[in-house]
């Protein structure tokens, strides 16, 4: 699948934001397993983050904190690149357009103070 983006705002991180990515269980009786990674990449409505484990499926969870607020919402993995033993992803968040906002201006508090 090839994803191309055309939106205006993405800030990179010189360093990378630690995000735990909830996986969807397989079936009713297993639990939702848990990985860490680190976001790269942020924009209102999507992120590139990288991981040392195979992420299976197409809809995942992440959380995060940026400045002194948590995240908590879903996405959708866009495309999937491996190098060696790390694998890095393109997401495409299911928010809001107020969350959007809110997360544009996080950005910008976090890019003053870093």
């Known amino acids: ?8 705002f993405r800030y990179e991180f010189q360093e990378p934001l630690a995000v735990e ?16 990674g680190k976001i790269i990449e942020l924009s209102p409505d999507g992120a590139r ?3 040392e484990d ?7 969870t992440i959380s995060f904190k940026l400045n ?4 908590y919402f879903t996405s959708n993995i866009v495309w999937t690149k491996q ?17 959007q906002r809110e997360i ?11």
Do not use: C, P, W
């Not at 699948?1 to 205006?8: G, I, L, Q, T, V």
């Not at 990515?21 to 860490?36: G, R, V």
């Not at 002194?68 to 995240?71: G, I, L, P, R, T």
């Open 1 to 8: 699948m090839r994803f191309k983006r055309e939106e205006a």
């Open 21 to 36: 990515i909830q996986l969807a269980a397989t079936d009713e009786k297993e639990e939702a397993k848990k990985i860490k």
């Open 49 to 51: 983050l990288t991981t």
């Open 54 to 60: 195979e992420i299976a499926g197409e809809e995942i």
């Open 68 to 71: 002194d607020k948590n995240y």
């Open 83 to 99: 190098l060696m033993t790390t694998y890095t992803y393109g997401l495409s968040h299911n928010i809001d357009e107020e969350l």
């Open 104 to 114: 544009i201006e996080e950005i910008k508090v976090y890019a003053r103070n870093h």
